[in-house]
């Protein structure tokens, strides 16, 4: 374009320029001289007529520029010479930016993938959760079918509603069974969502009804197992046995639900309705294990459909005083907020976190530069002397901060980049959409944003201070005037510090020893030298063989050498799973709908000695609690505490309302044994009531995940196990082979990236803080040299000369530690939820901290005061 | 209010522009050709300085009403001559076009105020 070609012939208008106006005075001056004027007289006359020769030159050539860019350019060219100068110090800046912009890219970029980006589904601001709940509590709670098909009739706030629950079937007719993660949705998922298929058609209405077994499948599932043949439509899979129809291939890079990005196929509810089971799960009230989503209608709030969801479920209540008295009451949130949970809250706690971070680099650099501008304070008044406007100085000195500040944001992006998969790995599966961050558009930019205003933060108090520079006084005394307000300035900025750090080191602090709690809580069982797995016995070939098979299992798998014993569970602990039921004392009966709920899970023999649970009273359960003999339970200690507070639990009788197809009903157990409680979640706050039943008893309930108890590394067992279940039937394929170990560490996995991520901001701020502390009292000190030369000629004493440079010191880390610590008292409330057994004001915490920034402080202080008591005072007086 | 650049007091915007494309159309010419040029026909009207000059001429040179080339002055040294390009002839018709109808206008409007 012409604005190029204007670029490369600029330097001949130029000379052209200069050419032209030669000549013009040349022909002046022989004019001139031609009247008899001498040439000197000629050429001054010549001069004076023309005007101011410099002035006119540059404003010609200006007419050639783009006066705003040029000199922008300029001051860049300047600045970057001002960097070359001095090349310790803007590397040190860089480094320090890299490190806060770096942090702050990629925590950002988390951020922005699971909580800014919407849900990946059409119009998503419009879908909602919709919860169950219960009046007084605001304990929220899955919803069960029968509420969802009436909610689904009677709800006019929604478009749409769709409910969904996870589902896990084998794959068999294929060379190796492969375990599928599925969806169980209702019909409405495709236009709930607004995702239609890419290949085929979505579910309809009928085919929801019984009988009904169609499939959806994945993009990456038609890939793997299809090789993308468009012919797959109408084709047959065997998902557990059971036939499945495909009638739709979902776009590639769907996924529902969002946290589940591995799912293969969904289906529709007619595999709950199935008539061979007792009372099929879509017709059962009290089974609650649904999770809904809604799509609001045009110009209905999140409010309003809160409103009528709670009016709707009360009424339910009062239709179904038995099942629903409990689940008197609903809930609507937005979809993404549900999705978060309480990780936004997390999220948010560590934004913050390296945002201080940045503040106090950003202090650190500020620092620098007003120490450099005093070093300064020459080249700047000779600057203004030649006629630089104030503003022109602070563009000069912005430009020159700014370029730092885009440096240090490049270097930035590229440790962001460098360091994002590992804070992902670190992060693994404990935030929903956490993978989804990368480098990307929205992270460059963030970094840009950050990189600038940075650059401005710490630039703009040192260019505005620079530029008040009194001209004739700096000048005179040869640019070593001493300014006591910028000393000020540098402290207020170090108290800032030391105050912003306090408030990070003790949120860190806060989490690990929170962490450090969980870590060493008591699970209730020995976590060590534990192997679970898991394999699923489908009803279509197992319905009436389940406990023969199992027997048979766990004969072989306790004959396997370095296996010391075997069990199983169907809910083990550090798992996910969980179940709850109510239950009827008959000795204190109560209205039907206002049963008790306790944990819930049934077990095989020897579960209680492979977890090493203690056994507190009464017995294990044995081979001989089948179905023909007494029915019987084993509770834990919360079990007995809560609800038999006093008494013996032993031989009291109960009724958990757990069917296993005898007439009547769920029978009447008596109580053979009292357990010790177990920890279920990692982060769980106490123990909860649970209830055990013997699978024996339990014939038609699926399934057992094996738990292991081995003499050597558990995972060396895993190639016998998984030799030993496809022994016995090749189309079993066994999943989710770990050790307890894992499974705990799994659990922790968000409380401890919170805690690492925190403890390395805070390690950061605090090393940044000390080094900002000591810059500070070594440029106090090396400005004072004189000063302290003085004294020390005077008479005064080393140790007094040391003294005085520590109390200023113990001032700054004073004023900085008290306002930090009224600042982490007022702030840490917002931790509340991710501490375990922590006090947000935890006064160990608080001193803990408190006595480590003082020691670092006074760490950072002794080597400039050691510096000033050792100044020779007349190499001090003789230096100026 | 801008400041009026003492060097350079313009009868009306654009007139040393019309001055020297003017001078300019009726013969090429150099720098300070020119610069003599205007002060002997403008006298007391247009005192400028002879530098002020420039400026200007690099401003239509920009704009693509001049354009130089070398010749040779009155005292036959080689020089760089102005010359009006033909976007610069247009130029100056249609000011000067303007300037007409402005003068005619203030003629009438004066002639009609004093009756």
Redesign the interface.
């Known amino acids: 374009m012409c604005l190029l070609k204007q670029l490369f012939t600029r330097r001949r208008?130029y000379d052209?320029?200069s050419?032209?106006?030669r000549?013009?005075l040349?022909?002046?001056v022989?004019d001139l001289m031609d009247q008899g004027v001498t040439r000197e007289d000629a050429e001054r006359t010549a001069r004076r007529?023309?005007?101011?020769?410099t002035q006119?030159?540059e404003?010609?050539?200006?007419?050639?520029q783009w006066p705003t860019l040029e000199s922008i350019l300029a001051d860049v060219k300047y600045a970057i010479r001002q960097m070359r100068k001095a090349p310790g110090f803007s590397a040190v800046v860089v480094i320090i930016l890299a490190l806060g912009i770096g942090a702050n890219t990629t925590v950002f970029s988390i951020v922005d993938a699971v909580m800014l980006r919407p849900l990946p589904f059409a119009q998503p601001q419009r879908l909602v959760e919709v919860k169950g709940s219960e009046e007084q509590h605001f304990e929220s709670s899955d919803v069960s079918y029968p509420d969802f098909f009436d909610w689904r009739a009677r709800a006019r706030s929604f478009e749409h509603l769709l409910s969904y629950h996870d589902i896990a079937e084998t794959l068999t007719g294929v060379n190796r069974p492969l375990r599928l993660d599925g969806e169980v949705v209702s019909w409405e998922m495709v236009p709930t969502l607004g995702i239609s298929p890419a290949l085929g058609r979505g579910f309809s209405a009928e085919d929801e009804k019984r009988g009904s077994r169609v499939i959806l499948i994945s993009h990456a599932f038609w890939k793997t197992q299809f090789s993308e043949d468009r012919s797959v439509l109408g084709r047959s899979i065997s998902l557990g046995g059971n036939p499945y129809t495909i009638i739709g291939v979902m776009p590639a890079g769907f996924r529902f639900p969002v946290t589940q990005p591995n799912n293969s196929f969904w289906t529709t509810l007619a595999v709950d309705s199935d008539a061979t089971d007792i009372r099929p799960l879509t017709v059962n009230r009290s089974v609650h294990f649904l999770t809904v989503i809604g799509k609001l209608k045009p110009g209905v709030t999140i409010t309003q459909a809160d409103q009528e969801m709670k009016a709707l479920a009360a009424s339910l209540a009062k239709q179904y005083p038995d099942t629903n008295t409990r689940h008197n009451s609903a809930w609507v949130q937005s979809e993404l907020a549900s999705v978060l949970g309480d990780t936004s809250t997390l999220l948010l706690v560590v934004l913050g976190a390296v945002t201080l971070v940045l503040l106090i680099a950003c202090g650190n650099i500020a620092n620098l530069l007003l120490a450099r501008v005093h070093e300064r304070y020459r080249e700047i008044a000779m600057r203004s002397a030649l006629g630089a406007a104030r503003s022109r100085i602070v563009r000069q000195l912005l430009a020159e901060s700014l370029l730092l500040g885009l440096i240090g944001g490049i270097a930035g992006c590229v440790l962001a980049f460098i360091s994002t998969p590992a804070v992902l790995r670190l992060i693994g599966d404990s935030v929903p959409r956490a993978a989804d961050a990368g480098v990307d558009l929205p992270m460059l930019g963030f970094a840009l944003g950050v990189s600038l205003l940075s650059g401005v933060v710490f630039g703009i108090v040192p260019a505005l201070t620079a530029s008040k520079t009194d001209l004739v006084s700096t000048l005179k005394e040869g640019g070593y005037s001493d300014t006591p307000s910028h000393d000020w300035l540098r402290s207020s900025v170090v108290v800032g510090q030391i105050a912003l750090g306090i408030v990070l080191t003790v949120g860190a602090g806060l989490l690990i020893s929170s962490f450090v709690r969980l870590t060493r809580l008591d699970e209730g069982f020995i976590s060590d030298h534990l192997l679970t797995f898991t394999f699923e016995l489908p009803d279509s070939t197992y319905k009436d063989t389940r406990p023969q098979f199992y027997q048979q299992y766990f004969e072989k798998l306790r004959a396997l050498p370095g296996v010391q014993s075997a069990a199983g569970v169907h809910n083990l602990p550090m798992t996910d799973d969980l179940a709850m039921i109510g239950f009827e004392n008959p000795e204190h009966p109560v209205p039907k709908g206002r049963q008790p709920n306790a944990d819930l899970t049934f077990i095989s023999t020897d579960y209680f000695r492979t977890l090493q649970v203690p056994q507190l009273r009464g017995r294990d359960f044995t081979d001989a609690d089948n179905m023909q003999a007494p029915q019987v339970m084993i509770i834990n200690e919360a079990f007995a505490k809560r609800y038999f507070p006093g008494e013996d639990a032993l031989g009291k009788k109960l009724r958990p309302g757990a069917t296993n197809g005898m007439p009547g009903g769920p029978p009447l157990r008596e109580i053979v044994g009292v357990v010790g409680n177990t920890r279920h979640f990692g982060t769980q706050r106490e123990m909860p009531p649970a209830m055990y039943l013997p699978v024996g008893q339990l014939p038609n309930w699926c399934c057992l995940r094996s738990v292991v108890r081995t003499s050597v590394d558990p995972m060396s067992l895993e190639p016998a196990v998984l030799k030993l279940v496809s022994s016995m039937d090749s189309n079993l394929p066994v999943t989710q082979v770990r050790t307890m170990d894992d499974l705990f560490s799994l659990q922790l996995a968000q409380p401890r990236f919170a805690m690492i991520l925190l403890g390395t901001f805070a390690g950061l701020a605090l090393l940044l803080t000390v080094i900002g502390l000591y810059g500070v009292m070594a440029y106090s000190v090396s400005r004072r040299t004189r000063e302290i030369g003085v004294r020390l000629a005077l008479g005064a004493q080393r140790s007094a000369v040391m003294r005085m440079v520590l109390h200023d010191a113990a001032v700054l880390l004073l004023i900085g530690i008290a306002i930090g610590v009224a600042a982490s008292v007022a702030s840490a409330s917002v931790l509340k939820t991710t501490l375990y057994g922590v006090d947000p004001h935890d006064p160990f915490v608080l001193t803990v901290v408190c006595i480590s920034v003082t020691l670092t402080g006074f760490l950072a202080a002794y080597i400039p005061s050691i510096r000033a008591a050792s100044i020779d005072p007349m190499k001090a007086l003789r230096s100026e | 209010m801008k400041k009026k650049r003492p060097e350079y007091r313009d009868l009306f915007p654009g007139a040393l522009e019309l001055m020297i494309l003017k001078s300019l159309s009726w013969r090429p010419m150099h720098g300070y050709a020119l610069a003599q040029r205007l002060t002997d026909i403008s006298e007391d009207y247009l005192q400028i300085e002879e530098g002020s000059l420039y400026p200007a001429l690099q401003r239509m040179l920009k704009a693509g009403w001049l354009e130089t080339e070398m010749g040779l002055s009155a005292r036959n040294r080689p020089v760089r001559i102005f010359k009006v390009t033909e976007a610069g002839r247009k130029h100056l018709e249609q000011e000067l076009a303007s300037v007409e109808k402005m003068f005619a206008g203030v003629t009438r409007v004066l002639a009609l105020a004093g009756q």
């Not at chain 1, 007529?49 to 020769?53: A, D, E, Q």
Request: without cysteine; charged residues 45%.
């Open positions: 208008r052209e320029l050419e032209s106006i000549e013009h040349e022909e002046k022989a007529k023309f005007g101011n020769l006119i030159e404003r010609s050539r200006a007419i050639w």
